[in-house]
Every structure is written in structure tokens, then in C-alpha cells.
């Protein structure tokens, strides 16, 4: 016999698609099957249920560069040490645990005067910055579903990065007015590569790589029919920016969607300063919004918690008692790459991998500490390593879809015999370090 | 056979994330983002076979990987490494008083390396952090 639990949330992506079925054994510990889900995500389901390929078990990092296995509360120990004994310690990553965990994480941040980052830091940081200083005219995901006809994806591939966005929300669903689904809607995608989801594109903008900033500005030039110089503008014919600017002021409802093609190349947060303003400019003509394509299932959450408890989303600075926020200083490869912190702390995050090899160089000098169920290049670096629960897998939690709506993540299966939760973790890690703090 | 100065962006593929749930100790996540795709055109230029290794190098350091077909292409003059560490080994810390690493547009050079071995991640972060003491 098996069991069927429906309308599982995925924890993958920042789309946190809601209709997953899972299929376990009839005891609940194995998966066997997952319905609705992208390749990722059952593969995340799938990977998890296969215990055979983890560690269960805390291990600590011996000089030869093997690992051997150590206690729940030998691991918190040496966490809470390592915290509580360092001068300016990181905290960061957040974005692959629930916001329960990142609550817990932070009463630990302010007691030891820890910089407290999420993998923003990598991906949306600088949209962040740019939504300070422009504001942001956004909508949910459904508002897209059902009234959108307009669609930009501008240096973003959902086609591989949120494999379902498309299906869910952005391309095909049919809506209350949106009746004819993909028919009535114009997309328009904005990326240097002829992509999957450019395939998919009534327009495809070749933008040359690096240039989005002046592609930006000459649309919203375009859109407000004034003339453009020059016959090609950041590698666009000018025809086609005068037909997309036309294309976007002829809808009911647009939405542009963006991801790190903006993010991550150079004018950073200057190009979307631009991207919102465009937004802006647009709804002189039509209903326009602007959606950030969110990376992990729960970096969304990351931000609203710190933002509810210190006030700022990303790259808080509690070194001196109080929040201090500046993201060119107090963001994670800044000090990194000025050798200022003395001790790591990464959960529900791989910088090992996701970040550039100078800063990856500087967390293998550093005290560290991984907390991740999976064994990542992170992992392999640190000095003690803490395998958990996954969240949305083996344990529930409140996360937040890329459109800053909350949804609760469901428990599937159980976790191996004896495994710590996140929370679990770091509420030990937490209680051992008022003690240390008292003294 | 000549090396080619090319410019060098990195993201998610659908290969990636797959592999990367599935562990990246696994040779699988080496095999989906141990590559540089590149344009026909460039391949021509560099003047090697399809699926055979090269080695990226950038200001910033350097990194063995095969070089495959663009699959989604045409792009000439951009190749693409799929985020993970081998993209990171040649990437830009640079941020610009930002905070963000500059992690597209990253000026590279690929020489065809067909002798040498393209490490798993784990083996590659270690050597990039424990090789040089």
C-alpha cells in the first residue's frame, strides 16, 4: 500500500509551486513517486527520500582532509564557541530553511554581534538596492495568472531556472481574463542567448551582453514616442525597440519579470533602477508591474524577516549592537574579500560553490560551520559540517514565494532516525550561547 | 589549434539543478556543469573538436572544462559556464561598491587542453583552497 499527499509545496524554486502530489510508502519514510513537480523539484523529493547517499550525522574536518563523525551536541558546541568567541562572525545563507530557522538564526546574530547575510548577497541584492531607491509597483504571482497580457522576461530563463513559472503563471494558465491562455498573451525576452524561453518569445531582444542599462532607457525613450539615434542600440535594431515599446503600450495588463542577466551584469542596481522606471513610465499608458525572479524557495522569506526584525533585507551589519546596513561594505564577498570576518557560519546556502573563488579561498582559513543536509563543496571546506532535515521535505515551515506571498511548506516523509532540524540546531546552538554570554 | 579571447556569462540550467539536488559530489553534476558551451562559429577559431577539455582562464584564475556545443545558441563571441564552481573559478569578485560579484561578462581566454582532467567540485574547491599551502 502507499499513500498520496497532495498539494505539497516544492521547496526549489522562488515559483513555490503548491500542487505537488507525493507518493510515499505506507510507513511515510520513502518516496515514491512525485507528481506536478519540475524535474528539479522531484528530483529534490527523490534525492531526499534516498538515504543512502547522506550523512546523518555532524562530522568534523581532520587535518588530512577526511571527516570524522561527532555528536549533535559536540557540533553545537563547537558552534557556539566559535560564535560567541568571535569578534565579527558571518552568518549567512538562510535561504534554503524555513522562517522559523532564520528567526532562531538572527536572537543568535544579535547576540554575538554576527553580520547576517542571505544568498541575495549572489542573486537579488542589488534589486534590493535599486527597489530603496526607486520603490517598486509589484503584484502577485495570481494578479499575473489571471489579468496579464504583457509579459517581459528580461535577463531571465524560466525555461531552466523556474521551470513551471511559465505554465503556472507567466505563459500558458488561462485566467478569469485571460481566457485564451498563451493566444492572448505577448511575450517579449530580453537575453544576449537565443534561450529556451526565448524560443517561446513573440520578440526576443539579442541585447549585447552588458548593455541592458541602455536597451532600458532607449525603450523607455521609445515608449514615450520620442525619436531614438542611431540604427542599433546595445545590439537591437532600433525597429524592433520602437515595435516592443508598442507591443508593451498596446496591452491591458504587462508584467516585467527579471532576473541575474540585470542583476549580475555590470550597472548592476542601475539597471533596475531602470527596469522599475520603465515600469513606471508605462503606466502613464496601461497597468504595468515588475516581479524580481527569486532564486531559492525561501530567500523572499530571508528578506521579510530580517527586514521585520532589523529593518533591512540583506547584508545586516550587528557587529556594533545595532543594525547597520550598507551592502558595497557590510555584504558578505566585500568582507570576505577584506579578510575582516574571523569565523563562518553558512546555513541553507553553498557559497562554496555560488561564490567567486577568492572568497571561497578565505572560508577555508576561517572557523567554520555548514549546516546543510546535502554534502557540497561547502561541506567539504568547513570545519565541522551538520547535516539536517530538509525543510520542506522531512519538515514544514512558513516560506515566501517570489512575489512576497507566505506559504506554509508541508512535511512529506520522515528524516533519518536521530536527524536535528534546523531550528532544532539552532535553538541548541542559541541556548549554549546566552550561557556563554552570561559568563 | 589557437587559444580565443572570448566573453564568458554563467546561470542556472535545467541540467544543473537536477544534478545539483542529486549531490554534487556526483560526476553527474560535473558532467552538467563542469562545461563552457560555445558558439560553431568560435569552436572554428579555436579549432578543436566538440566534448573535448579546455582550459578557461580569466584575471581572476582559471579552471580545466570541457567545451561543448552551445545548446542554446547561436551566441558567437559569448560562451556560457553553468553556475557552480567551475564558472566561479574564472568569474569576477569585482562588485562595484555593490556588494554583487560581477558574475556575467567576464573577458576570458580558452586554450584547448585535451590532456588534462576536469575535477569534480568538491576535488576542485579543495584544490583551489588546500593546493596552494
Not at chain 1, 547576540?111 to 548577497?121: E, F, R, W, Y
Not at chain 1, 530603496?132 to 489571471?146: A, D, F, M, R, Y
Not at chain 1, 573563488?357 to 559540517?385: F, G, N, R
Request: aromatic fraction near 6%; glycine fraction near 10%; include cysteine.
Amino acid at each position: 500500500m502507499s499513500k498520496t499527499i497532495t498539494d505539497v509545496i516544492c521547496p526549489f524554486c522562488g515559483t513555490l509551486c503548491d500542487d505537488l502530489s507525493v507518493v510515499t510508502d505506507d510507513e511515510g519514510k520513502k518516496i515514491l513517486s512525485v507528481e506536478n513537480a519540475c524535474a528539479i523539484g522531484a528530483e529534490k523529493f527523490l534525492h531526499a527520500s534516498d538515504h543512502s547517499h547522506r550523512v546523518t550525522r555532524p562530522r568534523r574536518l581532520q587535518e588530512d582532509g577526511s571527516f570524522v563523525d561527532i555528536t549533535y551536541e559536540e557540533a553545537i558546541e563547537y558552534t557556539a564557541q566559535m560564535l560567541a568567541n568571535a569578534k565579527k562572525p558571518s552568518m549567512y545563507g538562510w535561504s534554503s530553511t524555513n522562517c522559523e530557522s532564520q528567526s532562531v538564526g538572527h536572537e543568535i546574530a544579535e547576540l554575538c554581534g554576527a553580520l547576517v547575510d542571505n544568498t541575495a548577497a549572489v542573486c537579488h541584492g542589488t534589486t534590493l538596492v535599486a527597489v530603496q531607491n526607486v520603490g517598486i509597483p509589484s503584484c502577485t504571482l495570481g494578479e499575473v495568472k489571471n489579468r496579464a497580457d504583457r509579459i517581459i522576461f528580461w535577463g531571465s530563463n524560466p525555461a531552466h531556472g523556474h521551470p513551471r513559472h511559465m505554465s503556472r503563471y507567466s505563459i500558458f494558465p488561462r485566467g478569469y481574463f485571460t481566457g485564451k491562455g498563451q493566444k492572448q498573451r505577448k511575450i517579449i525576452v530580453v537575453d544576449p542567448r537565443c534561450t529556451d524561453t526565448s524560443s517561446l518569445a513573440d520578440v526576443h531582444l539579442q541585447v549585447e551582453q552588458g548593455q541592458d542599462y541602455e536597451l532600458l532607457q532607449a525603450l523607455r525613450a521609445a515608449v514615450r514616442g520620442q525619436e531614438l539615434t542611431g540604427d542599433i542600440i546595445a545590439g537591437v535594431p532600433k525597429e524592433k525597440v520602437y515595435e516592443a515599446a508598442e507591443m508593451l503600450k498596446s496591452g491591458r495588463f504587462g508584467v516585467i519579470f527579471f532576473g541575474m542577466g540585470v542583476t549580475q551584469s555590470l550597472g548592476k542596481d542601475h539597471n533596475i533602477d531602470a527596469a522599475i522606471m520603465l515600469t513606471n513610465d508605462l503606466n502613464n499608458y496601461t497597468k504595468f508591474s515588475i516581479i524580481a525572479m527569486r532564486g531559492h524557495y525561501n530567500v523572499t522569506g530571508s528578506g521579510q524577516v530580517l527586514g521585520w526584525q532589523f529593518g533591512f533585507p540583506y547584508s545586516v551589519d550587528l557587529s556594533r549592537g545595532f543594525a547597520r546596513y550598507n551592502p558595497g561594505e557590510t555584504g558578505t564577498i566585500e568582507l570576505l574579500k577584506r579578510k575582516e570576518i574571523d569565523a563562518m557560519f553558512v546555513l541553507g546556502s553553498d557559497p562554496g560553490a555560488h561564490f567567486p573563488m577568492q572568497c571561497v579561498k578565505e572560508i577555508s582559513k576561517l572557523p567554520s560551520v555548514a549546516i546543510d543536509p546535502h554534502i557540497t563543496p561547502t561541506s567539504a571546506i568547513c570545519k565541522v559540517h551538520v547535516p539536517v532535515a530538509f525543510v520542506g521535505v522531512e519538515v514544514g515551515g512558513n516560506c515566501y514565494r517570489m512575489d512576497n506571498v507566505p506559504i506554509e511548506s508541508r512535511k512529506v516523509v520522515e528524516p533519518p532516525e536521530g536527524m536535528m532540524t534546523d531550528q532544532q540546531f539552532l535553538e541548541g546552538v542559541l541556548k549554549r550561547v546566552k550561557e556563554l554570554k552570561a559568563n | 589549434m589557437s587559444a580565443i579571447s572570448i566573453n564568458l556569462i554563467s546561470g542556472r540550467t535545467i541540467q544543473q539543478g537536477v544534478s545539483m539536488e542529486g549531490g554534487k559530489e556526483t560526476d553527474k553534476y560535473m558532467k552538467a556543469c563542469g562545461i563552457i558551451e560555445i558558439d560553431e562559429s568560435d569552436f572554428k577559431r579555436l579549432g578543436i573538436m566538440k566534448n573535448t577539455n579546455v582550459k578557461v582562464k580569466s584575471e581572476f584564475g582559471e579552471v580545466v572544462v570541457k567545451a561543448v556545443e552551445a545548446t542554446q545558441g547561436p551566441h558567437p563571441g559569448v560562451a556560457f559556464i553553468p553556475m557552480g564552481p567551475w564558472a566561479n573559478s574564472v568569474t569576477s569578485p569585482e562588485t562595484y561598491s555593490t556588494g554583487m560579484p560581477t558574475f556575467k561578462g567576464v573577458p576570458i581566454t580558452i586554450d584547448p587542453a585535451d590532456k588534462e582532467k576536469v575535477l569534480n567540485s568538491l576535488e576542485l574547491v579543495r584544490s583551489k583552497c588546500w593546493g596552494d599551502q
